[in-house]
């Protein structure tokens, strides 16, 4: 059972991001990664074991930025490699995934047939070029997340950053749990209540097929359709020091 966690916010979040790592460890885990979005760039650090492995990549080669998202990865497809861990990324998109794409073979053969090529093993890194390829011509983040989700069969919850736009993230859910969590200034994705329990006690679940759009001053929030809801904003009863 893997862990997100996503924040869009106003300092420096690597460390946050590896914080709210470290509070679902409990889920179990065999690798681990964070990318934050500086300068035009996708900064990407990953490390296979545990989550030490991951701050000591860190202390060695920092990753800036306000803007980044996190994962816990427990192999599914593929072995527990640094190759494999989460973030999986492209030049333009990079994304953190919990749960099973079960079509990911024929999706991955269809890529590769457009001349896509792949560093891991994973279903994961079959989403990330399958948005990515959307960007490519020319379609906002939220286009090319609502023509992607549908061609996806299985499991999944999704946090999405993109190169270009260092203002928002997208997240997703059809079969996993993924939480948005509302701070002053700041927006946030998890796979529960507890990574966010540091950072906010407003938070508001996403119902199945759920996408959302996050920035600084909030979340949209669409249906599996792409019509605009709302979903409930609760106070959350789990705290910090749980």
């Given amino acids: 059972m893997c862990g997100i966690i996503g924040i869009i916010g106003k300092d420096q979040v690597a460390d946050r991001l590896v914080d709210g790592l470290r509070r679902m460890e409990y889920r179990g885990y065999d690798s681990a990664g964070v990318c934050t979005v500086e300068g035009g760039e996708l900064i990407r650090r990953r490390a296979e074991g545990k989550l030490g492995n991951l701050v000591r990549e860190l202390a060695g080669h ?19 490699t640094t190759n494999n861990a989460h973030p999986h990324a492209t030049e333009e998109v990079a994304l953190v995934h919990n749960g099973i794409i079960e079509n990911f073979k024929p999706l991955r053969e269809a890529l590769a047939a457009r001349g896509r090529t792949f560093e891991s093993e994973t279903d994961t890194e079959v989403v990330a070029h399958l948005i990515s390829e959307q960007v490519e011509t020319g379609k906002s983040p939220e286009e090319a997340v609502k023509a992607v989700l549908p061609q996806l069969r299985g499991a999944f919850a999704l946090a999405i950053a ?3 736009h260092p203002d928002l993230l997208i997240g997703a859910r059809l079969g996993s749990p993924l939480v948005v969590g509302y701070g002053e200034g700041e927006t946030y994705l998890g ?4 990574a966010l329990a540091p950072l906010t006690q407003k938070i508001a679940y996403l119902e199945e097929g759920d996408w959302v759009v996050i920035t600084r001053d909030g979340a949209k929030v669409r249906d599996a359709g792409g019509a605009p809801v709302e979903r409930e904003i609760t106070t959350s009863g789990v705290t910090a020091a749980a």
Avoid at 62 to 76: C, E, K, N, Q, Y
Avoid at 191 to 194: C, K, P, V
Wanted: charged residues 15%; without cysteine.
């Fill in 162 to 164: 993109f190169r270009r």
């Fill in 191 to 194: 796979s529960d209540a507890l």
């Fill in 62 to 80: 920092p990753a800036p930025g306000t803007v980044g998202i996190a994962h816990t990865r427990w192999a599914t497809h593929g072995a527990p």
